[in-house]
């Protein structure tokens, strides 16, 4: 079955880089996701990755993934205070649409 | 009102209540999720609506019973919770569902979910 690893906490300082790291099992996904969760709301889509690619930046986030090792992983560069929060990576796989599996969310909190 | 709203925000409830979780979206989007978040856990998927049909129950216990009149509205019926039960329950919607259709159909929007408490 589907199964979506991540680490339960992060702490950074300001300014500081931050990377999050996600682990998956099922060799078939489409897509892998970075949903981001502010206190007191939903998940809000941050950035996604399509399989056959193994990098995207946009403007402070870079993903990587690392297809053979199924490791993704979401860098935020210069975090600020208002990047504090928790972090999901999801994935769809090929004949389940748009089924997301979630991990359990990183809680990451900015130190000044 | 835009995006996708759910109320009431929080709720307290007693093992033998029976209440109702509402969501609405006003997007235009054709399917509508239930999901429970637990801390330290994964997001579970409970229940999946396309076009106001059911096509994912996750195994949910019927103490928890959707309801999708239409397209735009999505309820959750509770009846004899366990204090397990207790967590932020989040709805979300997409355009499409089962297409494959990358992120642009297949994004899920979220609500700011219901924070139930089952004493």
């Known amino acids: 079955g589907e199964d979506v690893e991540q680490s339960l906490f992060l702490s950074v300082r300001e300014g500081d880089s931050s990377v999050i790291n996600c682990t998956y099992t099922?060799?078939?996904?489409?897509?892998l996701y970075w949903y981001k969760q502010e206190p007191g709301a939903g998940l809000q889509l941050l950035t996604y990755?399509?399989?056959?690619?193994d990098m995207k930046q946009d403007q402070r986030l870079t993903v990587l993934l690392n297809k053979k090792d199924k490791h993704l992983s979401l860098r935020i560069a210069d975090t600020q205070t208002g990047d504090s929060a928790i972090y999901f990576c999801?994935?769809?796989?090929?004949?389940?649409?748009?089924?997301?599996?979630f991990g359990t969310g990183t809680q990451l909190k900015v130190e000044l | 009102e835009t995006g996708v709203t759910q109320t009431p925000r929080h709720l307290v409830m007693g093992m033998t209540n029976k209440k109702s979780l509402k969501c609405e979206q006003h997007?235009?989007?054709?399917?509508m999720y239930w999901y429970k978040q637990s801390a330290k856990k994964p997001l579970e998927l409970m229940f999946v609506?396309?076009?106001?049909?059911?096509?994912e129950n996750n195994s949910v216990p019927s103490r928890f019973s959707p309801e999708c009149p239409n397209s735009s509205h999505l309820f959750l019926h509770l009846h004899t919770l366990q204090p397990e039960d207790s967590a932020l329950y989040l709805c979300?919607?997409?355009?499409?569902?089962?297409?494959?259709?990358?992120?642009?159909?297949?994004?899920?929007?979220f609500g700011p979910g219901t924070r139930l408490t089952v004493l």
């Open positions: 979300a919607s997409s355009q499409g569902y089962g297409l494959a259709g990358g992120p642009g159909v297949d994004e899920q929007f």
């Open positions: 609506y396309n076009f106001k049909e059911q096509t």
């Open positions: 990755i399509f399989s056959n690619m």
């Open positions: 099922d060799s078939s996904s489409t897509y």
């Open positions: 999801a994935e769809s796989t090929t004949g389940g649409g748009n089924k997301l599996t």
């Open positions: 997007l235009g989007h054709n399917a």
